[in-house]
């Protein structure tokens, strides 16, 4: 068995973080409140208890996905335990300067999405100035285990927290919408969402193993006086791409918003 990971705040990420890492070899304590919502996640193996600080203890790597508050509480209060360990924040809008206020660990902030509950996460993730040079390869291997990975400075972690990290409900929304169109020309309803999702699984392969700008391929599938180019004309004329752009810089604005409180309650 690999390292052993204390994932604190088994929710919705936590959770799915927690199945990733088991999946991939480590031993996983997951902990929240109310241990009974995740007792399905003894079933794959995973250690669940109530006890932040006994999971701390048993474990080289914590991985603490709580809401910001929460998890600058549980980082205070836990701070002796995770000394010098690598501790993993998932937490949104939480700077590392502010959990390197707290905490003597080697720190990590990363930003994952949902999807790397089947390992087909996007993480992004920077290092604390002094995290050593030498244990940094082990958080790379963790990350993977959710998917796909990418070290970035911190200052793009707002923007990117709107884009990938909140990206799989707009991906959905997407699928979802192809889904309806579907069935508003009479296709079946299982087959119109296979229709989709399998669009979308393929169109983002053809992006990331072409490594060609989305426009050219797009190219590829508009011909003229076709049929892909009459739904184009509708999909531009309802302002699409603005309503992305939009949607994304509202995001991004919000997780600034929450970084810049953050930063001043703590005095940064
Ligand atoms: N959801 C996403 O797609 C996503 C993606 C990337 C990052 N994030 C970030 O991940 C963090 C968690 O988000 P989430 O969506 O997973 O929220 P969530 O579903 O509410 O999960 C947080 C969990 O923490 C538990 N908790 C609260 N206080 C605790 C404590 N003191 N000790 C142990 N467990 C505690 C809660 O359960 P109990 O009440 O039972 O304790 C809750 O289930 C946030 O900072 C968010 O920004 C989320």
Do not use: W
């Given at each position: 068995?690999?390292?052993?990971v204390a994932v604190i705040g088994a929710g919705?990420i936590g959770s799915?973080v927690a199945?990733?890492l ?7 304590i997951a902990t929240r ?19 932040n600080r006994?999971a701390v203890?048993?474990s080289?790597i914590i991985i603490i996905s709580l809401k910001p508050m929460d998890a600058v509480s549980e980082i205070k209060r836990l701070s002796?335990d995770m000394?010098?360990k690598i501790l993993i924040s998932l937490a949104a809008a939480l700077p590392v300067?502010v959990i390197k206020?707290f905490s003597?660990s080697y720190t990590v902030r990363a930003m994952t ?12 993730y920077?290092?604390d ?10 958080v790379?291997?963790l990350l ?125």
């Amino acid at each position: 068995m690999k390292q052993k990971v204390a994932v604190i705040g088994a929710g919705t990420i936590g959770s799915a973080v927690a199945i990733a890492l088991r999946k991939n070899g480590y031993g996983v304590i997951a902990t929240r409140r109310r241990k009974e919502k995740i007792q399905d996640l003894e079933g794959m193996g995973i250690e669940i208890c109530s006890d932040n600080r006994r999971a701390v203890q048993s474990s080289d790597i914590i991985i603490i996905s709580l809401k910001p508050m929460d998890a600058v509480s549980e980082i205070k209060r836990l701070s002796e335990d995770m000394q010098d360990k690598i501790l993993i924040s998932l937490a949104a809008a939480l700077p590392v300067g502010v959990i390197k206020k707290f905490s003597r660990s080697y720190t990590v902030r990363a930003m994952t999405n949902i999807a790397a509950r089947v390992g087909g996460g996007f993480t992004v993730y920077c290092f604390d100035d002094e995290f050593p040079e030498e244990r940094k390869a082990e958080v790379r291997e963790l990350l993977s285990s959710f998917g796909r990975i990418e070290e970035v400075e911190e200052k793009y972690m707002d923007a990117l927290t709107a884009l990938s990290g909140s990206g799989p409900a707009y991906i959905l929304t997407v699928i979802e919408s192809m889904m309806y169109a579907g069935l508003k020309v009479g296709l079946p309803r299982e087959l119109a969402l296979k229709a989709s999702y399998e669009t979308v699984l393929g169109a983002a392969k053809l992006v990331g193993e072409s490594g060609d700008h989305p426009s050219i391929l797009k190219e590829l599938v508009i011909t003229p006086a076709g049929v892909t180019i009459d739904a184009i004309y509708e999909l531009e004329d309802s302002g699409i791409r603005t309503a992305f752009m939009r949607a994304i810089e509202s995001a991004t604005k919000k997780s600034e918003t929450i970084t810049k409180n953050i930063i001043e309650k703590f005095n940064v």
